[in-house]
Nanobody
């Protein structure tokens, strides 16, 4: 059983920074894929970044150089540090985890385990 509890987020002006965290409770699986997604009302959920159990990280182009994903492997806490935020980053952000071999880790993976979502609002 996997449980995800998100924290962080909020409102910030353009150019500012926010940090999101996702506390993941799961059995001691050796291989997994963690990800951040975001969704704007009326639009499809968009992948932001993935990090797998061997530390490989991938970002979508729109956040490269601005967002940093990391994992505290001891506590399985997933973090997303967002710098240089822009109004178009406004969305509800979700963390997700799937217990799979790292070769399958991608934003196209079908994630079954999700956090509750947290609002990020960036004003111009």
């Amino acid at each position: 059983q996997v449980q995800l509890v998100q924290s962080g987020g909020g409102s910030v002006q353009a150019g500012g920074s926010l940090n999101l965290s996702c506390a993941v409770s799961m059995a001691a699986y050796s291989s997994y894929c963690m990800a951040w997604f975001r969704q704007v009302p009326g639009k499809e959920r968009e992948g932001v970044a993935t990090i797998d159990s061997v530390g490989d990280i991938k970002y979508v182009d729109s956040v490269k150089g601005r967002f940093t994903v990391s994992e505290d492997s001891a506590t399985h806490t997933l973090n997303l540090l967002m710098n240089s935020l822009q109004p178009e980053d406004t969305a509800v952000y979700y963390c997700a985890v799937e217990l799979v071999h790292v070769q399958w880790c991608s934003l196209g993976l079908r994630f079954e385990n999700w956090g509750q979502g947290t609002q990020v609002t960036v004003s111009s």
